[in-house]
Structures are given as structure tokens and as C-alpha cells.
């Protein structure tokens, strides 16, 4: 799906979420666009990624994702595929491959509202909620919060704040 088409198709669920919470709509957008690939890997309408901590009432999925930490000993609650030890910018992190569970959905529509609510459930996002209709300083106090494992998610998510903000 190209952007334009992604922006178009999920444009009315970002808006909603907008409404419901006052996060900037093209922040939701990017944010889906990013965990989701421009909507390519959305299994069970999964467009955030947010994990499921139970993995017992048949709302989740266990998928194999990458997470990156800075610790050998973490994710010890998951099945672990491997941990392999990188250099980032001249800093050692190490990358996991695992097997986590996360939420799943029956629309997309479900998975936006649900998003919205983890963030407003959770006090660890105040930040970034208090500065939700600027798209920029959202994103920046979510990488702050440490929503994302990624090293890259800050540079990524702006450049693509930059393209939903073209056919937004």
C-alpha cells in the first residue's frame, strides 16, 4: 500500500482517535504507519504493536517480533530465539529475536480506539498526551517513555510524520 492510499484508507479511524483523546491525528497515523509497515504486517488488524501481558484470555497472538535492549538478561518472560550483541552509533545493545504476545483486533477500527485507551490508561504517556496535538513533541515525549524498543524510532517515526503530513 503507498502512503497516500494508506493516509486515505486510515485517515477516518486516525480522526476519531484525534477526537476521543486530542493526540494528533497524523501522529496516529504515523505511529500505525510505522508499527504496521504502511499497513503491510497487520495481523488480526494489529496496527501498534502493543503487547498483551496475560496471553491468556483470547485476545492476543503470539508473533515473532526484533526487540533491542541494552541489557543480555532481559525478556526472560518470552520465548527467546536468539540475542545476538550490536553496535549502534558506537553503543552495544543487544537484539532479540522472541516470541511475545500481543493484542489482537476484529477492525481496525477497534485497534485504533484501543490504542488511544493504552495511552490515556497508562501514566507513563501524561507527557505525551499533554502535548498530543503537536505530532512532533508527541513523538519525541513517546520515545521518552520509552514506547518503542527501536534505536532508530524517533528519526523514523518524524520522516514519516513529514510524508502523512503530504496527503494528510
Known amino acids: ?12 479511524f486516525a480522526l476519531i482517535t484525534e477526537q476521543k483523546t486530542g493526540i494528533s491525528a497524523v501522529a496516529i497515523l504515523a505511529q500505525a504507519a510505522v508499527e504496521s509497515g504502511w499497513g503491510k504486517y497487520t495481523p488480526a488488524n494489529m496496527f501498534f504493536g502493543i503487547k ?4 491468556l484470555n483470547g485476545n492476543e497472538q503470539l508473533i515473532l517480533t526484533t526487540e533491542y535492549s541494552r541489557s543480555a ?11 545476538t550483541p550490536v553496535m549502534i552509533k558506537g553503543e552495544k545493545y543487544f537484539k532479540y529475536k522472541l516470541y511475545a504476545y500481543f493484542r489482537k483486533y476484529s477492525s481496525p477500527e477497534e485497534s485504533f480506539t484501543d490504542h488511544a485507551n493504552f495511552f490515556l490508561k ?12 503537536d505530532p512532533i513533541k508527541f513523538t519525541h ?3 521518552r517513555a ?7 524510532y524517533l528519526k523514523l517515526m518524524l520522516q514519516v510524520i513529514q510524508i502523512i503530513q503530504r496527503y494528510f
Do not use: H
Not at 498483551?52 to 496471553?55: L, R, S
Not at 538478561?73 to 540475542?83: A, H, R
Not at 497508562?122 to 496535538?133: E, L, P, Q
Open 52 to 55: 498483551d501481558t496475560d496471553g
Open 122 to 133: 497508562n501514566k507513563r504517556y501524561s507527557a505525551a498526551i499533554a502535548v498530543g496535538s
Open 1 to 12: 500500500m503507498t502512503p497516500k492510499d494508506f493516509v486515505t484508507k486510515f485517515k477516518p
Open 146 to 152: 520509552k514506547y518503542a524498543t527501536g534505536v532508530n
Open 73 to 83: 538478561t532481559d525478556f526472560k518472560k518470552n520465548k527467546i530465539v536468539s540475542v
Open 141 to 143: 515525549e513517546l520515545v
